[in-house]
């Protein structure tokens, strides 16, 4: 796929000549005439070029300073400088602020093209590493997938096969909370594709007409707002994942649309006109019956079947809760770790509840309220008071939820967790709207897509 290289010329035949140039050997050559045009280009328009190759004065300034501010925003590539006069002093602070090299004017185009290879090279690189160093604190095998039941040793072993073959597209289903996100991030970080990006995109909590430029990126002036052109989420996850979360939230036309770009290893921007070539793994993940959305038209039974080529499913916490067991103490340590807390036992009488239980949230709700309950702790004992378990139980809570007609106070005493408040708010608004999700939405100022989700997060209950 092209990269992008932009050039800061004011001597405009020069530049158009160094684009052409550039983009002879495959670049998309983008011109910048002063620096103000390019901070532009850097700064809002989130070009993200491989490499800049800039003169150093310029009708409005140094070009060195701007490289300062660019370093000091922590934004990559390599920056390589044309110069005619390139004194002792400008060299030495472009050399600190991290330049590559210099070239002075004119310039021959091969030297051009062996220099201009080599900063690619290094930005390449350089990217890399930062990619690397992003997911190096989320680096974990199968083994995260924490459980005894046979369910999970089962996903584990499935979670290993799949991370040795070349899948393009894989499906997990289940109901929210199960740990569909934590499997995609095990099979990215220990496949082949490791070294690539991991790109999540929640398909539920952008609007429709956003999600077409999230997704595939756009050019610039392609449709109102669109400021500069961006590269979208499959473009940025190339080489890498692309893991989309709650993928029946997505509208029929972009389902065909995600289906051929899978299938011709193809995108096309935005108000683009060029095919960009993509090289990726798709994960996709469920909490709905596909199936029945198949069956019932809302969701393409092409995409559904090129994905769920390889299929796995998660099953409910309530399931196989021998698997408490395990998550327990693994989510008590790492609570303890991040508060400084030393919660060591747990009594009978918390076991024999948290057994009892049907965790809707599944592990999600158990990993909320083990880090209520440390961080509330008095002591080494697990505190049961704080469990809070269900809606028989969240009676006693809801006496520290105080409603009247049109407000609703909530405790900030640390009793709740902020996805507790969202439910409450969330449930309290649904039943004053006779439980109308359209009309909730309005209420709220928030779109119905992302209204849904939301209400299949916490379990609610709606008219619909
Ligand atoms: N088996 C497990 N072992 C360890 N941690 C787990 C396990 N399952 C889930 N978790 C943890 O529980 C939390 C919720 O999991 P995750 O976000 O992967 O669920 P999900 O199925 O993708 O939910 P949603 O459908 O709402 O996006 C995460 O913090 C995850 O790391």
Redesign the pocket.
Known sequence: MSETLLVIEDERLLGAELCAELASSGWDAVQAFDLAEAERFLFERNLEPLVVLSDMNLPDGNALDLLEKVRKRGIGGEWIFLTAYGGIPESVRALKLGAFDFLEKPCELERLQIVVAGAARSAQAQRRLSDEERQRGNRYGPE????RSQA?AD?RDMLDRLSKVPFSGLL?T????????????IIHNVGPRASGPLIEV?CAALPRELMEAELFGHEAGAFTGAKGRRRGLIEQANGGTLFL??LGELELDLQAKLLKAIEDHRIRRVGGERELEIDLQIIA???QELQKRVADGAFRADLYHRLAVFRLE?PA?RDRKE?LE??LP??IKEFNARSGQRVETVPPSVWSRLAAYDWPG???E??NLVERCVLLADGPVFPERWLYLGESESEGRSGAVVQDEDRLCLPLDGTLSLDDMECAILAEVLRRNAENVSQTSRVLGTTREKLRYRV??YGLKTSD
């Open positions: 995260a997938f924490i459980g999970a996903a997990i289940g109901e929210t909370g199960t740990g569909k996100g934590l499997m995609a991030r929640n979360d709650e993940a469920t909490n998660v916490l698997d395990d998550l693994v989510f599944n592990v999600r158990l990993r299949q997060k």
